[in-house]
């Protein structure tokens, strides 16, 4: 099993610019999310998803979009990017049941948005 | 106040110390609670879930302190390859996402 597969792994943007990273999963989890990492900061919840057809916002999803078309996959797009969006990326996965149900996640994508 | 708070770091420790990591949470409808570690430039990984009674997992050892909402993770006999920065994970649903993570502590074991 692969896990959880992001894409790209680096990526520089110029302001204004648009673009997806891609997220793919191939453990079955339920539930898919993305994150995104700012130094000095926690991980920060941009957007999730508890099964196909279904998402929600997380705390910072503003400029971000999702869609969740099938179990497997789970991308990101930056609608229009921005200075601030400069972050790791990490997509996650976990099953739907079981307290204890912990995210796996990927390798991360690195943005750099000038 | 942050929900999940962590010691601030980093730690430099010799190799062999024991070295405990603290991290306290705010919302008292936690139910799930878990350590991970990230290594520069990298993605976190799972080192071990926290349950009730408290967990080992070779020198690993978590507990958790649900009417302090507390919880510590101790790591003995330190290693080289221990280095890392240690994240502290709560979620607050019996299922489902909500998962806040801690700004994370800093661990250099130095030889």
């Known amino acids: 099993n692969a896990g959880v597969t992001q894409t790209p792994k680096f990526q520089v943007l110029k302001t204004g610019q648009s673009m997806t990273l891609q997220c793919a999963q191939d453990m079955n989890h339920e539930y898919m999310s993305w994150y995104r990492q700012d130094p000095g900061m926690g991980l920060r919840l941009i957007h999730y998803?508890?099964?196909?057809?279904?998402?929600d916002q997380g705390e910072v999803p503003n400029g971000y979009n999702v869609s969740r078309s099938t179990t497997e996959d789970f991308p990101l797009r930056l609608l229009s990017a921005a200075p601030s969006q400069t972050s790791v990326y990490f997509c996650a996965s976990n099953r739907a049941t079981g307290k204890h149900s912990p995210l796996h996640f990927g390798n991360g994508t690195r943005l750099t948005v000038t | 106040r942050k929900e999940v708070e962590q010691d601030p770091g980093p730690f430099n420790v010799p190799e062999g110390a024991t070295v405990a990591f603290n991290c306290t949470y705010s919302n008292s409808a936690s139910q799930s609670f878990f350590w991970y570690r990230q290594d520069c430039r990298k993605e976190p990984k799972l080192l071990m879930s926290v349950y009730s009674s408290g967990n080992e997992d070779g020198r690993f050892t978590a507990q958790l302190n649900r009417a302090s909402q507390y919880i510590s993770l101790l790591i003995r006999d330190s290693k080289l390859s221990d280095s890392a920065t240690y994240l502290c994970v709560v979620n607050s649903r019996d299922y489902g996402q909500n998962f806040v993570f801690g700004p994370g502590t800093r661990l250099s074991v130095l030889p």
């Open positions: 998803s508890v099964g196909a057809g279904i998402t």
